[in-house]
């Protein structure tokens, strides 16, 4: 008897099998035990022992559905940043919001921008839906370019992811750049800033991006957990939006989709002030204080506006070198070729130790070079 024909295998929707799937940062290495990881931009404090004892307690009611509506975490955040709590929308990490937002306003035919050096996520985002990515060049220094981003507008735009400050490079546009780009785009463009490290800028004029969203029904604002507060392992994040997008994304989130835990210790923590001063103030003296060791070693270094740093050297040769000296130092800094800069690494400013230790490879590296 003759075998039946075979099915054809089933295929995903036009796009997805153009995504490079995103690699996060190593957390092991061969050799070493504990090694130091300053791949991923994690908080060298660690989360606030006020938030571990509130993610501790919830455990006790793991049989308990959490509250589908993020209200007490909403309350806490608008308290915390002088916000409508109504226009407050949780999430499992900010990826999940940036995820619901090209979701809702982005598919296939349409096109949606970001700056070349920008967070990795994007154009997957894009491509998951079924749009176009399309990357507008940064500056000589890896700054966003709002000249270039606006000439890259076409009428096919829909969305405009911008990091700020932006990971890799730590670099960021001021306000009065973001008021311009802001201007400079048509109405029916979502404008999305992404603020993740907003909480390690001490630049005078920045500001976060709650101001344009006030200010208008086509602009958004997310930020994470996962930074200065030292939950990335909970994955848990918000956006600011103006009322119709947040009526949108209410209707695509999951009826759960932040757990318990994640709600309890999110509130324990944007609550807990003094841990969100010393990791501010932390990070403020241990940046400046590698990367002026960075720099006497003759190394290339952006001023940086976030809990890393990006050190550029002279080709992806000699940046993959220089991570193999960090490696056998125990140290683990996050390659970025897939952000267009194979010639650079990035690394988590980390504790005096850690960044004692990044220091000490890289003079061994540069004195070998």
């Not at 709002?146 to 960021?172: E, M």
């Amino acid at each position: 008897m003759a075998n039946p024909p075979l099915t054809p295998p089933i295929t995903p929707r036009p796009g997805i099998m153009d995504i490079a799937a995103y690699m996060p940062g190593e957390a092991k290495l061969d050799g070493h035990a504990e090694p130091m990881q300053l791949a991923a931009n994690e908080n060298a404090l660690g989360p606030a022992k006020s938030a571990m004892a509130a993610y501790t307690e919830a455990g006790a009611s793991l049989h308990r559905y959490p509250d589908g509506a993020a209200t007490v975490l909403r309350n806490a955040i608008a308290d915390a940043h002088g916000l409508d709590a109504d226009r407050i929308i949780c999430g499992a990490g900010s990826d999940e919001i940036l995820s619901f937002l090209g979701r809702s306003y982005a598919g296939p035919g349409d096109e949606v921008l970001y700056s070349a050096h920008g967070f990795l996520m994007y154009p997957i985002i894009t491509l998951t839906v079924g749009a176009t990515p399309v990357a507008a060049p940064e500056t000589a220094d890896l700054t966003a370019s709002v000249d270039a981003l606006l000439a890259a507008v076409t009428p096919k735009t829909r969305i405009l992811f911008l990091a700020n400050p932006n990971n890799p490079t730590g670099t960021l546009l001021p306000v009065s750049e973001l008021r311009r780009l802001r201007a400079g785009l048509r109405d029916d463009i979502l404008l999305v800033i992404d603020a993740a490290y907003a909480e390690y800028v001490d630049h005078p004029d920045y500001d976060a991006g709650a101001a344009l969203v006030d200010e208008g029904e086509n602009t958004v604002m997310t930020r994470t957990f996962s930074k200065i507060h030292g939950l990335a392992a909970l994955r848990l994040g918000w956006c600011y939006c103006p009322a119709s997008v947040a009526a949108v994304l209410n209707r695509l989130r999951g009826p759960f989709n932040v757990g318990a835990p994640s709600l309890a210790a999110g509130v324990a923590a944007i609550g807990d002030t003094g841990h969100i001063e010393r990791s501010r103030a932390h990070n403020f003296a241990e940046r400046k204080r590698l990367q002026d060791r960075l720099r006497q070693l003759g190394l290339n270094t952006p001023e940086s506006h976030g809990n890393f740093i990006l050190i550029r050297f002279a080709d992806g040769d000699q940046a993959e070198a220089a991570l193999q000296a960090m490696n056998a130092g125990g140290v683990i800094p996050r390659r970025v070729a897939g952000y267009g800069l194979p010639e650079s690494l990035r690394v988590t400013v980390g504790t005096a130790e850690e960044n004692d230790a990044v220091v000490q490879a890289l003079t061994d590296f540069v004195g070998e070079a």
